[in-house]
């Protein structure tokens, strides 16, 4: 049976609006959205650069083929060639944000650290000129750089660039995001599995396969959902309960990048 015209292009968008990285750019940026609202912080001057940054770094990385691609995302490795043209447009449009949203705002003092973050970054999955080094070949702390990073930005930077000293609230709030984060990490890594072994990268799930891996996230949605009320006390978000905390991200996971 021939295949619907419209139906393939509106599957085809849904793919490369994954790929682009707009769907983890779009869900990092509403972390940080509750993040600032649960904190009472404006959350406006920072969310042009959070989602900028992270479509940046993500689609600066995946120019670069990694030799586990193949095997574990067989999807994004076979759309590669037809997207990188979209990439580079996203990476030109996100450094122009970085670039002029600080001006825009006023604090000029932002392109200084952003320079230097994403200078660390771009040797994520790329080996440092003359080396073998890169940032996910650090053993076992690959699962854990970006959820550490991301909540430093979400919650740490603009607590500080406010003067506020992190206390309690912040430190809980700071937890409960990095525990998101993690355990969508932990997920794509577990997904991974195969491919890291294969490669030599080093992650948590590698260590401890699948099984324990599973548990791991298994107790891991308890703590989770703990510290999410912790960090919402005396805010009404009951509507973040409603739901099983990250619940739909290991089959999303699974579904969105099939294994061979």
């Known amino acids: 049976m021939a295949h619907d015209p419209d139906t393939h292009w509106f599957k085809s968008l849904l793919i490369s609006v994954y790929l682009l990285e707009l769907v983890g750019a779009s869900a990092v940026t509403a972390l940080g959205y509750v993040a600032c609202r649960i904190l009472q912080i404006a959350w406006i001057p920072s969310a042009p650069l959070w989602f900028a940054g992270y479509l940046l770094i993500y689609n600066l990385d995946h120019l670069y083929s990694d030799p586990a691609d193949n095997l574990n995302t067989p999807l994004r490795f076979r759309w590669s060639a037809r997207l990188r043209p979209c990439r580079s447009v996203l990476v030109w449009v996100s450094c122009a944000i970085l670039l002029f949203w600080p001006l825009v705002t006023g604090r000029l003092w932002l392109l200084v650290p952003l320079t230097v973050a994403l200078s660390v970054f771009h040797f994520y999955s790329r080996p440092v000129p003359s080396t073998d080094f890169r940032l996910k070949n650090l053993s076992y702390v690959k699962s854990l750089i970006a959820p550490g990073v991301i909540a430093v930005v979400l919650v740490l930077w603009p607590v500080l660039e406010i003067g506020r000293v992190p206390r309690q609230k912040e430190w809980l709030v700071f937890f409960w995001i990095f525990l998101v984060l993690t355990m969508n990490s932990l997920v794509f890594d577990y997904r991974d599995?195969?491919?890291?072994?294969?490669?030599?990268?080093?992650?948590?799930?590698?260590?401890?396969?699948?099984?324990?891996?599973?548990?791991?996230?298994f107790h891991h949605r308890p703590v989770l959902a703990w510290s999410g009320r912790r960090a919402h006390a005396g805010r009404t978000v009951n509507w973040l309960y409603r739901a099983?905390?990250?619940?739909?991200?290991?089959?999303?996971?699974?579904?969105?990048?099939?294994?061979?």
């Open 193 to 217: 599995i195969i491919g890291d072994r294969v490669t030599g990268t080093k992650t948590i799930p590698t260590l401890l396969g699948h099984e324990r891996t599973r548990g791991l996230l």
């Open 244 to 260: 099983p905390p990250v619940a739909p991200l290991p089959d999303a996971a699974c579904a969105a990048e099939p294994a061979r």
